[in-house]
Every structure is written in structure tokens, then in C-alpha cells.
């Protein structure tokens, strides 16, 4: 069940999410290329130079915390043991069911603040 949140210290400055159709394209003798509908393709997106604090800042978002290890930790923890969680940006109907593949963070300017790429991928529960 999708139900674990972790709602980002710092909404990332912008963010992109893909809705893409499976395309086939088959060549057929004398008739050249073809192209068939296939359904459709997961979303998936990187949120790129997300912060994780280490200060109190004027822009995080309501109830932030500062350790930026304890955010960093529980992403880790749902890359690990692929963890469903929903991917939800405010004010848009982007909301969906998502994997973290993957999480890369670097320290930058000396503040201990953690800036963060996080990549997720769109799930879906196998149907039998």
C-alpha cells in the first residue's frame, strides 16, 4: 500500500513528469514501416538539486526539519527495500504510486546542507 510521505523540506525549483505511449514500429514488405499503439508507459522523473537543510531557512516548507541525514535515511531506506510511496506536487494532478530507484547527494558550500538528485519511477500493482 502507498501509504508512506515524506513531504521535501524545500520544494525543488521545478520538476517534470513523463506520460508517454509505448509506440512499435514493425516493417511490413511492401507496405514499409508500421506503427502500433503498445499501452501506455510509467512515469517516471529526477528531482534534481532538491536541499535537504541543515539550517533553519525562511523557504522550508512548514514542520522541516533540520538533519538532513534523517531525510537522507529514510529515502535510502525506501530504495532499499522498495518502498511504495506517492509522489504528490501541490496545486497540480501529478499523484501517483511511485518507486526511488535512486538517490545522489553531495555536500557544496560549506553550510552541511545535503543537495539531492532523486530518481523515481510510476508503480503499479501486478494484476493475476
Same mark, same amino acid.
Given at each position: 500500500?502507498?501509504?508512506? =510521505?515524506? $513531504? &521535501?523540506?524545500?520544494?525543488?525549483?521545478?520538476?517534470? @513528469?513523463?506520460?508517454?505511449? +509505448?509506440?512499435?514500429?514493425v516493417?511490413?514488405? #511492401?507496405?514499409?514501416? &508500421?506503427?502500433? @499503439?503498445? !499501452? %501506455?508507459?510509467?512515469?517516471?522523473?529526477? &528531482?534534481?538539486?532538491?536541499i535537504? /537543510?541543515?539550517?533553519?531557512y /525562511?523557504?522550508?516548507? /512548514? !514542520?522541516?526539519?533540520?538533519n538532513? @541525514?534523517v531525510?537522507?535515511q #529514510?529515502?535510502?531506506?525506501? +530504495?532499499? *527495500?522498495?518502498?511504495?510511496?506517492?509522489?504528490? +506536487?501541490?496545486?497540480?494532478? $501529478?499523484?501517483?504510486? $511511485?518507486l526511488? =530507484?535512486g538517490?545522489?547527494?553531495? =555536500?557544496?558550500? !560549506?553550510?552541511?546542507?545535503?543537495?539531492?538528485?532523486?530518481?523515481? *519511477?510510476?508503480? %503499479? #500493482?501486478?494484476?493475476?
Open positions: 500500500a502507498a501509504n508512506t =510521505e515524506l $513531504v &521535501l523540506p524545500v520544494t525543488p525549483a521545478s520538476y517534470s @513528469w513523463t506520460h508517454d505511449a +509505448v509506440i512499435e514500429t516493417t511490413v514488405d #511492401q507496405l514499409g514501416d &508500421l506503427n502500433f @499503439w503498445g !499501452g %501506455k508507459k510509467m512515469g517516471s522523473t529526477k &528531482l534534481t538539486d532538491c535537504l /537543510p541543515a539550517h533553519q /525562511p523557504f522550508l516548507s /512548514p !514542520g522541516a526539519g533540520t538532513p @541525514w531525510y537522507l #529514510q529515502i535510502e531506506t525506501w +530504495v532499499d *527495500r522498495g518502498t511504495v510511496v506517492r509522489f504528490l +506536487v501541490s496545486g497540480t494532478p $501529478v499523484n501517483a504510486a $511511485v526511488v =530507484e538517490i545522489t547527494y553531495r =555536500e557544496q558550500d !560549506g553550510t552541511n546542507d545535503l543537495y539531492s538528485d532523486i530518481t523515481i *519511477r510510476q508503480y %503499479k #500493482q501486478p494484476e493475476t
